[in-house]
T-cell receptor, first 114, second 111 residues
Framework: NAGVTQTPKFQVLKTGQSMTLQCAQDMNHNSMYWYRQDPGMGLRLIYYSASEGTTDKGEVPNGYNVSRLNKREFSLRLESAAPSQTSVYFC?????????????FGSGTRLTVV | GQQVMQIPQYQHVQEGEDFTTYCNSSTTLSNIQWYKQRPGGHPVFLIQLVKSGEVKKQKRLTFQFGEAKKNSSLHITATQTTDVGTYFCAGKGQAGTALIFGKGTTLSVSS
């Protein structure tokens, strides 16, 4: 099993450029999440999708959009990248968002905005 | 909004010493989970605690959930160099649908 696959692994953008981070899971999980990780800040929730067809904002949604394309795929889009969006982005999935289920994380996308 | 706080932020120990990290929430949690992230890696799920006062062990790791379900701790006995990494607690409120993570405790171990 691949688990959670994120692409790309590394990306450098210029300010104002747009890009989409891709995430796919093969565990038949219902819920998917996007977090960003900055030094000393832990993991902060950007958006999540409790189930196919639904998305909700997390702690830091400004500047991002998401699409739950199907049960497997959950993409994160930066419409106009800013240096403050330089971060490591992690996608995660869990069986359900309600109840007690551990998250499986992807290996991350390291994004630099110059 | 809900906040999850962890202390200490950093801890350095000599191999063989014990290590403890503490997690406190501003609200009552339905459950708490612990994750480990190795340097340059991604968070990996370790365990979850659901019941008030619950204690679970995984080899040298002991996890506790407070009676009020607002705090938790992870204790490592006799640390090894393989324990190096950042340990995160994460919790959800009673009506929460996504985990809120603490900022983590980074453990370094010297031999």
């Amino acid at each position: 099993n691949a688990g959670v696959t994120q692409t790309p692994k590394f990306q450098v953008l210029k300010t104002g450029q747009s890009m989409t981070l891709q995430c796919a899971q093969d565990m038949n999980h219902n819920s998917m999440y996007w977090y960003r990780q900055d030094p000393g800040m832990g993991l902060r929730l950007i958006y999540y999708s409790a189930s196919e067809g639904t998305t909700d904002k997390g702690e830091v949604p400004n500047g991002y959009n998401v699409s739950r394309l199907n049960k497997r795929e959950f993409s994160l889009r930066l419409e106009s990248a800013a240096p403050s969006q330089t971060s490591v982005y992690f996608c995660a999935s869990s069986a359900y968002s309600q109840g007690s289920y551990g998250y499986t994380f992807g290996s991350g996308t390291r994004l630099t905005v110059v | 909004g809900q906040q999850v706080m962890q202390i200490p932020q950093y801890q350095h120990v000599q191999e063989g010493e014990d290590f403890t990290t503490y997690c406190n929430s501003s609200t009552t949690l339905s459950n708490i989970q612990w994750y480990k992230q190795r340097p340059g890696g991604h968070p990996v799920f370790l365990i979850q605690l659901v019941k008030s006062g619950e204690v679970k062990k995984q080899k040298r790791l002991t996890f506790q959930f407070g009676e009020a379900k607002k705090n938790s701790s992870l204790h490592i006995t006799a640390t090894q160099t393989t324990d190096v990494g950042t340990y995160f607690c994460a919790g959800k409120g009673q009506a929460g649908t996504a985990l809120i993570f603490g900022k983590g405790t980074t453990l370094s171990v010297s031999s």
